[in-house]
């Protein structure tokens, strides 16, 4: 078995292993907005639920050259955020958007997706977005070290959930091959749902 200390090894093989066994990622498709009202969008992979009861979900922004990014400053200024989850019929579009740019030039200004007003938040959402959670800022933490490297981790608590009444039944379950969520993996690569099982919990 081959074994790696992260004190010992180079930050590059740290990120290759834990992206490339830590798959598929769920991918949260952010839109956040500046205090001018510059709206930006990005995609991360390093994302999940973390409680249903209250709705909680967190979101890792990992900072560049030390400084953060623009999704970062955005939910820190406005305590208030969008994640959409990613389908196949998005993924290229939002795949266009996770381009570098400068501090308030707008990423969907290289895609064809479009904005529609939220329900509750300010911050819009995407139209074509089959499944969008409005999110206000719980918590924010900094986890960094010597190198000045480091991420923004976000706690949300989600306000409000719209999803496509086509993925939903009577008794509100997402029907998960339906939604067909796009999967992060390594490098280039992605996923969409393939062969799936079921198994009863023991009692």
Known sequence: MASFDPQKTETKTIAKLLNGAIIPRPIAFVISMSSEGVI???????????????????ISVNRK?????????NILTTRQFIVHIVDPSIISEVNQTSASLPYGDSELDNSTLTLRQSEIVAVPSVKEAKVTFEVLLE????????????????????VNIVIDDQLINENNHVDFEKLNPVGRLSGTHYAVLGEHFSLERPR
């Open 65 to 73: 050259n030390g400084l953060m990014k623009d999704t970062a400053r």
């Open 139 to 158: 918590d924010h933490q900094v986890y960094g070290n010597e190198k000045g490297t480091g991420t923004d981790v976000f706690i949300g608590r989600v």
């Open 40 to 58: 930006n969008a990005s995609p991360f992979s390093y994302f999940n639920a973390i409680s249903s009861n209250p709705p909680m979900l967190m």
